[in-house]
């Protein structure tokens, strides 16, 4: 790999392979706003990076800053190896990646009017127009402003005016909003994770005894609230197990360590240290690196582990037992 500490330019645009670039690509002045970036492989970007169009060919490729396009963020549909955005991506059109033989991490937000992933982490949330994805993790929200697909997916949780879903959904916070009915293909199932053992899981223990997850039912769990100003009147569906959850505080949810190993998913490469979750039976640390989240989410994407189904149903006199 060799060393570039000063990019220079003699057309519109870039051409990388196996270079590191110790500088920002950014442009200088005007005529370089609609320079182009083609990375066909091997790289490392140390800096931040703005062009016209970015366009990653292969990997292994990373960029250490922000990036921002006026047109697109291309990843190739044939393209191989890992591809990692440490900061936050944004596109003033549209950030896509399509290849299957590719993982794509956004350790950060990402931006753009339309978003379309496969294969993808993200440890942020996704703010864009229209969004489709398939087989991907978003730690945060996704958040949609017209339409939300999604096809076999780990979200935090979405907002969307129309959301479509196929295969399976598993959500890692008790709520989600849309305002139409949530579209489900036959056969699809959502459930709810926020009760779930992920801590034991991630240390390969015995799953706490009145964990599980929640099969959600976009019938019985909808709740319509109707948003009133002085022009109009907006209904909003929530799509939530917060009563079962707070029923639920019987459980010692702290144990399950959700929160923490969410937070240290979210923060990704923000955190200062590397934290972990104790000593597995070799007495070694469970650290929580960014790649055992991302190959432990998407485990848990793949069905890896089995996690028991929990009904959902509390009796109240669990409850009075506990706080009477």
Do not use: W
């Not at 645009?13 to 609609?34: C, F």
């Not at 799509?239 to 929160?259: C, E, Q, T, Y």
């Not at 485990?299 to 028991?308: C, P």
């Amino acid at each position: 790999m060799d060393d570039i500490k000063e990019i220079r330019i003699n057309d519109n645009r870039i051409l990388l392979k196996n270079n590191r670039v110790k500088s920002a690509i950014l442009p200088k002045v005007t005529t370089e706003l609609d320079r182009s970036v083609v990375i066909q492989s091997n790289c490392i970007i140390e800096g931040a990076l703005f062009a016209h169009t970015l366009e990653i060919e292969n990997g292994p490729v990373e960029i250490h800053g922000a990036v921002f396009t006026q047109l697109e963020v291309h990843v190739d549909q044939q393209a191989k190896g890992k591809i990692l955005f440490k900061k936050a991506v944004g596109s003033a059109d549209s950030i896509v990646s399509l290849a299957t033989g590719v993982r794509v991490i956004f350790l950060s937000d990402i931006n753009a009017k339309q978003i379309k992933l496969k294969n993808a982490y993200v440890s942020g949330s996704i703010f864009a127009d229209e969004v489709e994805l398939e087989n991907c993790v978003v730690i945060g929200g996704v958040f949609a402003s017209r339409s939300l697909e999604l096809t076999n997916c780990i979200l935090g949780t979405f907002n969307s005016p129309v959301v479509r879903v196929a295969n399976s959904l598993q959500l890692l916070l008790p709520s989600a909003f849309s305002v139409e009915k949530i579209i489900t293909l036959p056969g699809t199932i959502i459930s709810n994770l926020v009760l779930a053992d992920l801590g034991a899981i991630f240390k390969g223990q015995v799953q706490a005894e009145n964990s599980g997850k929640i099969i959600m039912n976009v019938e019985t769990d909808e709740l319509k609230t109707v948003l009133t100003s002085d022009e109009s009147n907006q209904i909003l569906r929530g799509f939530s197990v917060a009563g079962k959850v707070l029923a639920a505080d019987l459980l010692d949810s702290d144990k399950l360590n959700n929160h923490f190993l969410l937070t240290a998913a979210s923060l990704g490469n923000q955190l200062i240290q590397t934290y972990d979750l104790g000593v597995d039976e070799k007495n070694d640390k469970i650290e929580l690196t960014t790649d055992r989240l991302v190959s432990f989410f998407f485990d848990l994407l793949n069905s890896k582990y089995e996690i028991r189904v929990l009904s959902g149903k509390i009796k109240i006199s669990d409850i009075t037992n506990v706080f009477g």
